[in-house]
């Protein structure tokens, strides 16, 4: 079956350093791809739609300039937290839709940030 | 804003006994409904996309009803095993590729 890999599964920073997450899709090219996060107890909120070759489009309060996303080719889309602090600690996890008339995700195995 | 809501929250099973559980959705702007399930450590994996108000999907011990006009769908699983554990999350999809997912409702099967 399809497989998206994502990495680091988790990575913990200083207050102001940015962080970069990696998401793959290791068999299928995939034009679009999505970045969620979930809080502790909350389900997966979508925070931006991430389109190859073009801006990422984000979801209402989720600050473009603080979450930076790459889509450079059909099998990579890269979320970079900029200047990260505590309140961005999170889990981040990305997918991708192989067939986009079911709208079927494919997910990574996701990346917990703790920043200090 | 999108209310997925699922119930409940978390269940405890002993194995081999049977159970379900409920995801409710906005009824209206309907294109499919997702079943999910997320074992710790490991991605999220599709086990339904559900379309049809009516439909009824099955894989293995695992099935799934929907009812797109009053907003709801049932998962059930027959004969739970101790691999069933995990947390099964619903998704509203409406069409435009976005996915709203619901809290999940975490499934431990006792021994």
């Not at chain 1, 309060?61 to 996303?69: P, R």
Request: proline content about 4%; charged content about 20%.
């Amino acid at each position: 079956g399809a497989v998206v890999s994502q990495h680091p599964s988790r990575v913990i920073c200083k207050s102001g350093t940015s962080v970069k997450i990696e998401c793959r899709s290791l068999d299928f090219q995939a034009t679009t791809m999505f970045w969620y996060r979930q809080f502790p107890k909350q389900s997966l909120m979508l925070m931006a739609t991430s389109n190859e070759g073009s801006k990422a489009t984000y979801e209402q309060g989720v600050e473009k300039d603080k979450f930076l996303i790459n889509h450079a080719s059909l099998t990579l889309s890269t979320l970079t937290v900029t200047s990260a602090h505590p309140e961005d600690s999170s889990f981040y996890i990305c997918s991708a839709a192989r067939d986009r008339n079911t709208g079927e995700l494919f997910f990574g195995e996701g990346s917990r940030l703790t920043v200090l | 804003i999108l209310n997925v809501e699922q119930s409940p929250q978390s269940l405890h099973v002993q194995e081999g006994d049977s159970t379900n559980f409920t995801c409710s959705f906005p009824s209206s702007n309907f294109y499919a409904l997702h079943w999910y399930r997320w074992e710790t450590a490991k991605s999220p994996e599709a086990l339904f996309v559900m379309t049809l108000n009516g439909d009824e999907k099955k894989k293995g011990r695992i099935s799934a009803t929907l009812n797109t006009k009053e907003g709801y769908s049932y998962l059930y699983i027959k004969g739970s095993q101790p691999e069933d554990s995990a947390t099964y999350l619903c998704a509203f999809h409406f069409g435009n590729e976005k996915l709203t997912f619901g809290t999940g409702t975490r499934l431990t099967i006792i021994p």
